[in-house]
């Protein structure tokens, strides 16, 4: 449980990383952020999640701020309660290339086909900001995913149930059409979920 003398944001709508921190046993709020994630690059994968994490930070305190100014109550609260909040970021990295969410159909098909080919990795970013202090902290983390032939069946499956739009290279290891064809894994299923346990724990105690 969150003590009470401390309060975490969790600056996404991911149902996944969700879960995960409350398997951690934190209590916490929800805040998305409304940014352009296509006006991001960076050459690496590393980069590019560490950018996209602090650019969504960054909304959600413009956010935070904006609503603050019209609640006193809020801001005095606040003053007491240290305040913690924590962002995230992933990309795929398949034969060389940096995958994001898929755009259509067609490149969610030739995303999930291509993990029967080389495996994929999974490189994450998690940012946690304390809002009291002003401490911010990051870091890193990748895991790398072994498939065994996918089936057409189940690319067509996946695909026409929709969940792999909204991960990044439509990899969905935890599904239960995709997790019997994981051949091996380097790291562990709460990275490639979106949100690594060991890291997020780590980076907590830093920024307290």
């Not at 990383?17 to 046993?25: K, M, P």
């Not at 051949?183 to 890291?199: H, N």
């Amino acid at each position: 449980m969150t003590p009470a003398s401390w309060r975490i944001i969790l600056g996404s709508s991911s149902k996944t990383r969700q879960a995960i921190l409350r398997e951690l046993g934190y209590d916490f709020d929800v805040l998305t952020a409304d940014i352009d994630e296509s006006a991001i690059r960076r050459e690496s994968a590393e980069d590019l999640v560490l950018a996209l994490a602090e650019a969504k930070a960054e909304a959600i305190l413009a956010k935070l701020a904006s609503a603050q100014q019209h609640s006193d109550e809020s801001s005095s609260r606040n003053l007491q309660t240290l305040v913690l909040l924590i962002t995230a970021d992933q990309v795929v990295l398949h034969q060389g290339l940096i995958l994001e969410k898929p755009r259509d159909a067609q490149q969610a098909r030739e995303f999930i086909r291509g993990y029967s080919r080389a495996p994929a990795s999974t490189v994450g970013a998690v940012v946690v900001k304390n809002l009291t202090t002003g401490v911010s902290v990051s870091g890193v983390d990748k895991t790398e995913v072994y498939f065994h032939p996918i089936p057409e069946e189940v690319v067509e499956a996946l695909v026409a149930e929709g969940e792999v739009f909204y991960a990044a290279g439509g990899l969905l290891v935890e599904h239960p059409l995709v997790s019997p064809l994981v051949e091996a894994m380097v790291g562990s299923i709460d990275s490639v979920m979106g949100l690594p346990k060991d890291l997020t724990i780590s980076l907590i105690a830093k920024a307290l």
